[in-house]
């Protein structure tokens, strides 16, 4: 069983981004709840921790994909604000293999 | 991130898309110097790309009339665009507002976005101040927002907006869900801000002209792909956008 609720796969070429999927999909979890989003690019990667610290929510984990990045975030709750070192430190555990992930939502527009 | 190349008849277009443009963006530099091109035109670009080859059309300084705007903007949608733009100068943002949502009532029907256009040089001419973009898109339910510039005599975006009100704008309209973009005679120079900014689309045409010349000059395949090839080295990292100071984990694992 996945331990995401939701995958936001920003890896498409659309004119909108992995934050607005997030956003949008966020809204529908429960605190606790866990999102798997793929991103392929640097500054996009740079958005989901800054957007995540901004909004209360966790990474809990990094993976490498392919060229691209993996990360599965919790939902948090509105008022909670993560300490830094969860968002930027030792916290965030990073894997190097390439990441078996089974897609069940379906990707943003 | 997406490369739009602004482009003035088919010829450009082809340029654009074979230089590896995700979207080409129609107007016509005769009429201000980001007006609307002709029909015809719009049409023949729209039809010679398949549909992941976006088409946006610029409606570029409208004026302050609901009624012809939001015709235009009804326009754009018959003929397939995938998005249009609507800028605003010499407007009052209740007016900007108005037309905006005659233009999203327009597009009813129609799968073409409304992306709602100010501009960061809008105090020389005693416009709208361009920082209420996303506040603009949102209360008018457009798809999108765009800053560009007008004033095309060697300034450009970044002589009138800095690195953290635009990342600070971009970011905000990105969280409401909208499709961001950054133009404004934009350079490869500043490819390491843009990618700190992180727009989803930026737009360019003047970088990608024969000569730099965006009047009389004309889009190149071979300039577009040298652009689109520094932004992809940024984008992957071969090229530290960053400059060293990148925020977050750098010890990933290949």
């Known amino acids: 069983m996945s331990r995401e609720s939701l995958v936001v796969d920003g890896t498409a070429k659309t004119c909108k981004g992995v934050i607005a999927g997030l956003e949008r999909g966020m809204s529908d979890l429960a605190p606790g709840d866990v999102v798997l989003a793929i991103v392929d690019d640097i500054p996009t990667r740079v958005d989901v921790y800054a957007w995540a610290q901004r909004k209360s929510h966790r990474v809990l984990e990094e993976r490498r994909r392919g060229s691209g990045f993996l990360f599965y975030i919790a939902k948090g709750v509105a008022g909670s604000q993560p300490r830094s070192e969860e968002m930027y430190g030792d916290p965030v555990r990073v894997e190097g293999e390439r990441a078996e992930t089974t897609l069940h939502s379906e990707a943003p527009r | ?254």
Not at chain 2, 83 to 90: A, H, L, N, R, T
Not at chain 2, 194 to 204: A, E, F, S
């Open chain 2, 1 to 254: 991130m997406m490369l739009m190349v602004s482009v003035q008849n088919l010829e450009e277009a082809k340029e654009s898309v074979a230089g590896g443009a995700d979207i080409v963006d129609v107007k016509n530099l005769k009429e201000m110097v980001i007006g609307s091109n002709f029909p015809p035109v719009i049409r023949e670009v729209r039809q010679a790309f398949p549909k992941h080859i976006h088409v946006s059309v610029t409606l570029g300084v409208v004026p302050n009339q609901a009624g012809t705007v939001s015709l235009a903007v009804y326009g754009a949608g018959a003929l397939g665009a995938t998005s249009v733009k609507v800028g605003f100068i010499q407007s009052d943002y209740p007016t900007a507002l108005r037309i905006l949502r005659e233009s999203r009532r327009a597009l009813e029907g129609f799968d073409t976005k409304l992306i709602a256009a100010t501009f960061a040089d809008s105090h020389l001419y005693h416009g709208i101040d361009p920082k209420l973009v996303v506040k603009l898109a949102r209360e008018s339910r457009s798809d999108g927002m765009l800053i560009d510039t007008l004033v095309k005599d060697g300034r450009n975006l970044f002589d009138f907006l800095d690195e953290v009100t635009l990342k600070s704008l971009v970011m905000e309209g990105k969280e409401l869900g909208m499709s961001t973009a950054l133009s404004g005679a934009l350079q490869i120079s500043n490819l390491n801000q843009l990618v700190r900014i992180n727009p989803d689309i930026v737009g360019v045409r003047g970088a990608v002209c024969t000569r730099g010349d965006r009047e009389a000059g004309a889009v190149h395949s071979e300039a577009v792909a040298h652009l689109k090839d520094e932004l992809r080295q940024r984008l992957t990292g071969q090229i530290d956008a960053f400059e060293g100071s990148l925020p977050i984990p750098t010890t990933l694992p290949a």
